[in-house]
């Protein structure tokens, strides 16, 4: 038995709208899972290695529940070009230079520290088509200390000549790809029709099989922009809404995770609580590709589960602290645009979406409840502007999304081992 105790300001989130600080105070674990927090440290626990983190916080480490690992090179690039302008010019030419095993190494390698560093421990994550490439992302991402999914994306039409599959071929590689994936022991296989437009009746037919036969979790998009509904609605004319386009196929229910829903109305939102579905909002991508801003609150309040995306790189920050930020604005945006009918995201709130809301997604409890591997960050914010130290740690916590840097996180926890 190791145990293994943090000794500082304890901050959490356990649940939507909940903030619980414990100042001082003991954060223990146990072979790596939390046993509990606690005031004063109890006397059964007197033998165990004490990490005193001073005046620093310790809180939740964030979760990424939607990006594309090939667009990392990309980043920041086409900014200035809807979605699926942007997808033509720069996105698919970009993807396809995963083909080469090499290449796709030298990028994961870095994009998987770049992560760690920055406090992301859990990630739901789509590769390129090529698996070669997708094996190679589980190996650094595992390697690095993430935990979470990744998929080889699934694509046999409308995606050009360079990235396009057969369908025989997609078929044939997935499950391949799955077998070759099959001992790994902290990244684990989603499946990955890239969207309703990429993939055909028949792939979308063979995935949902698949998904069933194997029960697998599945990931997409769904509702992002206006003139990709539109092309749904002429390609499967039999659906009176996007999401039915995955449902028909077995591919919407509670092992799905769905980027966007920027235009859900009420009756697709009432499909995804229905049917159990998560959403991962992207608030940074739906602003730099000019989509749309979603109705997070409403999708809360309907009971829809939502957790966060960086959605690199149509989001231009990596960085999930700076995500929760993009949420917050983006509800104080969607408030501005329904006449203060919506309320927007408290900070709290939103660090929940980017942290515990997804860890029921992972097999997990959020924040740090008893039995669960310890995800977690040590944040020191001495540097940041004075009177850091003279705020309450309230204060602290509250402006930490806005002005930290992976320089300010000086330790990662994942899956009850230190990462960083």
């Known amino acids: 038995m190791t145990l293994r105790i943090l000794k500082g300001h304890i901050v959490q989130t356990p649940s939507f709208g909940a903030l619980d600080i414990a100042e001082n105070a003991f954060l223990v674990t146990e072979n790596g899972k939390t046993v509990g927090i606690f005031n004063a440290l109890p006397d059964r626990f007197g033998d165990g290695e004490i990490v005193d983190c001073g005046d620093r916080l310790i809180m939740p480490s964030f979760a990424d529940t939607h990006f594309h690992a090939p667009q990392y090179p990309m980043l920041g690039m086409g900014m200035d070009l809807p979605l699926l302008d942007w997808l033509n010019t720069y996105t698919f030419k970009t993807e396809y230079e995963f083909k080469d095993k090499d290449f796709a190494r030298e990028v994961y390698k870095r994009l998987a520290a770049e992560l760690i560093a920055n406090g992301t421990t859990r990630v739901c994550v789509f590769s390129s088509l090529h698996r070669e490439a997708t094996i190679v992302l589980f190996e650094e991402f595992e390697k690095a200390g993430l935990t979470g999914y990744a998929g080889k994306v699934n694509m046999d039409r409308n995606s050009g000549e360079l990235l396009t599959e057969t369908t025989e071929e997609s078929e044939k590689e997935t499950l391949r790809w799955l077998d070759e994936v099959s001992d790994f022991r902290r990244i684990k296989p989603v499946l990955t029709p890239r969207f309703t437009p990429t993939c055909s009746d028949r792939l979308m037919a063979f995935l949902g099989r698949l998904a069933k036969e194997r029960d697998l979790p599945v990931q997409s998009h769904l509702s992002e922009n206006t003139s990709e509904i539109a092309w749904v609605r002429e390609l499967h004319p039999d659906c009176s809404q996007y999401w039915e386009s995955y ?14 829903c920027v235009y859900s109305d009420e009756r697709e939102r009432k499909a995804l609580k229905d049917n159990g579905v998560w959403v991962s909002h992207c608030p940074d991508s ?121 320089d300010n996180i000086v330790a990662v926890y994942s899956d009850g081992k230190k990462v960083k």
Do not use: C
């Open 286 to 406: 739906n602003v730099n590709l000019i989509s749309g801003t979603a109705p997070v609150r409403r999708m809360i309040d309907d009971g829809v589960k939502v957790t966060l995306g960086s959605d690199i790189a149509g989001g231009a920050q990596l960085e999930m602290y700076r995500v929760v930020t993009a949420a917050i604005r983006a509800s104080k945006i969607k408030r501005i645009e329904t006449d203060w009918n919506d309320a927007f995201l408290t900070v709290a709130e939103a660090f929940w979406l980017g942290t515990a809301a997804a860890a029921p997604f992972f097999g997990a409890k959020g924040g740090f409840a008893a039995g669960e591997p310890l995800h977690a960050i040590v944040v020191d914010d001495a540097s940041l502007p004075p009177p850091a130290r003279r705020l309450s740690v309230i204060e602290r916590f509250e402006r930490l999304p806005y002005l930290m840097t992976k």
């Open 247 to 260: 449902a028909k196929f077995g591919l919407f229910n509670d092992k799905t995770m769905m980027a966007h």
